[in-house]
């Protein structure tokens, strides 16, 4: 036998390092702590059709009943649409424009968007419709705005809209393959590629069954061409649009039911003004049962007189909560957040924000306004007005030279003016602006299409000269009357005259501005 001081010693096992060890980021471990959160690898329409009717019809119920949610929708339509989006055409020749032409295309625009004939049902504007379909992109994630070439109530254009809800588009199965290679996606017949060929759509309104017969097997099918369907794509492939709620419905819940169960619990502490306490050796007899059935009323003034041994206990109620005023601060923040809209502007609550934290909030918003405001424009209107242009010039409701073999020049001189803000601290911005301006980089044109409501710089220009020829003939004077330009280099100074003082503005902090 040999001594086992003799034997070699087997080597060590080789470690083979475990796949996914190493190179790989922290969020993408599986250990106990994340071991509930199941992401599936799934495509935003498979996501979109297994939960979007739940989340449209919450979203609309939140509308209805939140307060805070139809806040939301106040300030998308009134800072996307407002008033309405204005329509210029710019059309010239060589730099000479085209005057006589140009009124007569806005002018028969003003007319049908604003007339019985742009809506099917003669109910709705043009700007109407517009904050009918930020509402509808808000709620549902999406509508759909139908084209229909036909004169409607005095309108000489043979076009008219009708809007149509994401409920009515057929959706009950997520695909359908039809016969020609196309398939229909919740609704929507597209192509090998994904091109929308057509919508499926319900004659009526599949909860509208109070008022009318409801139908399932009586469907339509519009082509895209004449549709036009309005919705933000955050991925793609993505069909249908995803309601902007989606990620706050939860917390607007939550924040509606605590806000309810505060205010029960307010009311029933105010119910409650005291307590009778007897003392503890005292038998009952029959009289203070019958007392103790009947309920104490309680009048202004009212002394009462206590039995023998008893005494009155006051009750000091913990309602209000004093912490409910933080916590839906801060579940308010998460929904401003969630919906990308400022926490002052949700809650109108400026007490807590100086002027330039304000400023800074509040240019953040309107960002965000005209992004959305360029993508409806590029969307949705348009399309429209190619539309409207052919029908209108075709019908004879413009009066415009080369409407068919210059149409593309004619299509391209529309401007479309959403509206603008008012300036945060006037005496400050104008002077920026006017500096800007002065230094080429910005002209009268944007700071009037900044500021000026969805106007336009021919139409200012034009309302200022006719303003300044009335003042003229009148013999009045104001100091807005004096047109001469500034002088733009100050007056030399004498050598013993002292520098100019610093204007008190400037030195002022911002924290004493009034934020509104």
């Not at 044109?445 to 200022?464: C, L, M, N, P, W």
Request: hydrophobic content about 35%; proline content about 6%; aromatic content about 10%.
């Amino acid at each position: 036998m040999m001594f086992p001081f003799f034997k070699k010693k087997a080597p060590p096992p080789r470690k083979v390092p475990r796949l996914g060890r190493y190179r790989s980021y922290a969020s993408a471990e599986q250990g106990r702590l994340m071991r509930d959160w199941l992401t599936p690898s799934s495509s935003s329409d498979s996501e979109l059709w297994a939960s979007q009717k739940v989340l449209r019809n919450r979203s609309r119920a939140l509308v209805r009943d939140n307060s805070y949610a139809r806040r939301i929708r106040s300030l998308l339509q009134g800072n996307i649409v407002g008033q309405g989006i204005g329509m210029q055409c710019v059309r010239n020749d060589n730099g000479v424009p085209r005057d006589k032409e140009n009124d007569s295309v806005e002018q028969a625009w003003w007319l049908w968007s604003n007339g019985d004939g742009v809506h099917t049902a003669g109910i709705l504007s043009l700007t109407d419709m517009l904050r009918l379909a930020v509402s509808e992109v808000f709620e549902a994630g999406e509508v759909l705005m139908h084209f229909v070439p036909k004169k409607f109530g005095h309108s000489k254009v043979p076009l008219a809209i009708e809007v149509i809800e994401a409920e009515r588009l057929v959706d009950y199965k997520p695909t359908v393959p039809l016969e020609n290679g196309h398939s229909v996606r919740m609704g929507v017949e597209t192509d090998e590629w994904g091109r929308p060929v057509a919508y499926w759509v319900y004659r009526g309104h599949p909860g509208d069954g109070v008022f009318r017969g409801y139908n399932s097997d009586d469907m339509v099918r519009i082509p895209a061409e004449d549709c036009c369907h309005l919705y933000v794509c955050n991925r793609w492939p993505q069909t249908r649009g995803e309601p902007w709620m989606a990620t706050v419905i939860r917390c607007l819940r939550d924040t509606g039911e605590y806000t309810r169960s505060e205010l029960v619990a307010a009311r029933a502490s105010a119910s409650i003004m005291g307590f009778i306490q007897k003392p503890d050796d005292a038998s009952p007899d029959k009289e203070d049962e019958e007392e103790d059935e009947e309920p104490l009323q309680m009048e202004p003034g009212t002394v009462w007189k206590l039995h023998s041994g008893e005494s009155f206990n006051g009750f000091s109620p913990s309602r209000p909560n004093a912490a409910s005023e933080t916590f839906l601060s801060f579940m308010i923040r998460e929904v401003a957040a969630g919906c990308d809209v400022s926490y002052e502007a949700l809650s109108k609550d400026y007490s807590k924000s100086n002027y330039s934290s304000s400023r800074l909030s509040i240019l953040d918003d309107r960002q965000g306004y005209r992004v959305l405001q360029q993508w409806l424009i590029r969307q949705f209107l348009y399309p429209l007005y190619v539309r409207w242009f052919r029908a209108a010039y075709l019908a004879g409701a413009i009066k415009v030279t080369g409407g068919a073999s210059e149409e593309d020049a004619w299509l391209m001189s529309a401007r479309f003016r959403p509206p603008g803000w008012s300036w945060v601290d006037p005496t400050k911005e104008v002077n920026a602006m006017r500096e800007a301006v002065k230094a080429g980089f910005m002209t009268v044109s944007d700071v009037i299409a900044q500021t000026g409501g969805g106007q336009d710089a021919e139409d200012v220009f034009k309302a200022r000269r006719k303003e300044l020829d009335l003042m003229d003939s009148l013999g009045l004077k104001f100091t807005t009357t004096d047109t001469k330009a500034e002088d733009e280099s100050p007056p030399e100074k004498s050598d013993g005259e002292d520098p100019e003082k610093p204007d008190k503005d400037d030195e002022t902090d911002d924290k004493n501005d009034d934020p509104r």
